[in-house]
């Protein structure tokens, strides 16, 4: 069936940006490429995604493709940390909640009380709706007249396939990615969803390499698709990240996604050290398989750090390094608070630098820092392998390189949550690579003062 798929559209949502991607199933070449914001409108009931321009994007790119070049598969993959609710009729009970939104105290102390424990799930306790059981509690206990007509619960890339082909499902990614909803290592529901009462609500669960059905027919006219297009039913887009390199490097091995989260895969990796106050939990990946992560808020850190920044070259930001480390110029976690490895350390700079090459490098060598302490938490091993933004960040690949004393490859695919999703079409793809060779001198020293005046400062908060 593969073979006959020359071209795949992937739909890709980023909690920042949504895009389509068409994807050459020969080469994974990315043939063409749309982007658009993934709006967060403010309320009522609650800040939640415009999933309405969202699916008008969805739908006027998918006509674009469909007249020029065509395709014979689409594949979906979307960030984590939602869930859509469908009514009898399919439409949404309530809006899709934006996971960011922080709920009332009864509320979140409530939900304490209800989630499993950390042994069980490997999810651990996350702030606002990260945790999707969080948000089910909220909308459940803040809406119960809206939530009551609630019949079906659907994870965020089956919610965009369910809208393609009327087909309802939920996949293991998706379920395993921090929700508090799914045991891993057994692979199937936990308790929650019972003392929620949302057990017969959660929609079949389906692989995600399986083909839903076809898109269907009103919309397939409306795009001008000459013959039925299967839709599969999709993936979490870190673990769509993830996938090729399950091939490619097999156990164990290392995958760092990066964009507005940085996720770190410890593939073969044993999780008995894992601990759920430093945000680390386990993964599922779309073979079902257990997969011990860490993550930190890598992304929008780094926007938060840099954006106002003028232009500065890679070659003056690899100079300015050494006066960086040199200088003992170091930016101290968490810039984003209560996420990643030091969630109760409060952002601060030491010996704080004004030149913009400098204050780039030392947000390149800060969030490589957070990289190989994300690394150590899980026990990961083997080569490692940077995809997405931060694959194109030179000195942050050769820190990386330095701090972990292991091999380092830079993904060259520009969306590898797409080359991924498509990988579900059955398809055989080799994503290409670059080994990272750089060191930089003074680095270990720089990184155990760094660790020190990290971990103190997060330990003067719980203080």
């Known amino acids: ?33 749309r982007k658009t914001a993934n709006t967060v409108l403010p309320g009522p009931p609650y800040p939640h995604f415009d999933v309405e321009a969202l699916w008008h994007f969805i739908l006027q790119t998918l006509k674009d493709f469909a007249a020029n070049p065509g395709f014979e598969a689409l594949s979906i993959t979307t960030h984590g940390a939602s869930a859509a609710l469908l009514d009898t009729n399919g439409n949404l009970a309530l809006p899709v909640l934006d996971y960011e ?67 309802a499902a939920n996949e293991r990614t998706s379920l395993g990615c921090h929700t508090d909803l799914w045991r891993p290592f057994e692979g199937e529901y936990s308790d929650l969803v019972d003392r929620l009462e949302i057990r017969d609500k959660m929609a079949p669960l389906r692989s995600a390499f399986e083909a839903l059905g076809p898109i269907r027919p009103e919309i397939a006219k409306d795009l001008g698709l000459a013959e039925p297009v ?27 996604s990066t964009g507005t989260w940085v996720i770190s895969f410890g593939v073969g990796a044993r999780p008995e050290k894992l601990d759920p106050a430093r945000d680390t939990l386990v993964n599922v990946d779309a073979n079902g398989a257990a997969v011990p992560s860490a993550r930190f808020m890598g992304g929008r850190e780094w926007d938060l750090l840099t954006r106002d920044l003028e232009v500065t070259s890679p070659e003056e930001e690899r100079k300015a390094a050494a006066e960086v480390i040199m200088a003992g110029a170091m930016i101290l976690p968490s810039v984003v608070s209560g996420t990643g490895p030091f969630p109760d350390a409060q952002f601060r700079w030491q010996n704080e630098p004004q030149k913009p090459a400098e204050r780039k490098a030392a947000a390149s060598l800060y969030t490589a820092l957070m990289t190989q302490t994300c690394l150590d938490l899980i026990g990961a091993e083997g080569p490692v392998v940077v995809e997405g933004p931060f694959a194109l960040n030179q000195l942050y690949l050769e ?42 001198e003074g680095l270990a020293a720089y990184a155990e003062q760094w660790r020190k005046s990290a971990e103190k400062g997060s330990a003067s908060r719980k203080g």
């Open 101 to 167: 939104h922080l709920y009332p105290d009864a509320i979140t102390t409530a939900y304490r009380a209800l989630r499993p424990d950390f042994s069980e799930t490997f999810s651990p306790p996350l702030t606002g709706g990260l945790n999707v059981g969080a948000q089910l509690h909220y909308q459940k206990t803040a809406f119960p007249d809206a939530f009551a007509k609630v019949e079906t619960i659907l994870t965020y890339p089956q919610y965009w396939a369910y809208r393609l082909t009327g087909i």
């Open 399 to 440: 820190a990386l390189h330095t701090l972990s004393t292991r091999d380092v490859y830079a993904s060259e695919a520009t969306t590898g949550t797409a080359i991924g999703a498509a990988l579900l079409t059955g398809i055989s793809l080799e994503v290409p690579m670059t080994r990272t060779d750089g060191e930089i």
């Open 230 to 256: 299967p839709v599969f039913c999709g993936i979490h887009d870190s673990n769509a990240s993830l996938l090729p390199h399950l091939v490619g490097f097999g156990s164990p091995c290392t995958v760092v």
């Open 1 to 33: 069936m593969s073979q006959s798929f020359e071209r795949i559209a992937v739909i890709d949502i980023g909690k920042t940006n949504a895009k389509l991607v068409l994807v050459d199933a020969a080469t994974g070449a990315e043939l063409a490429v």
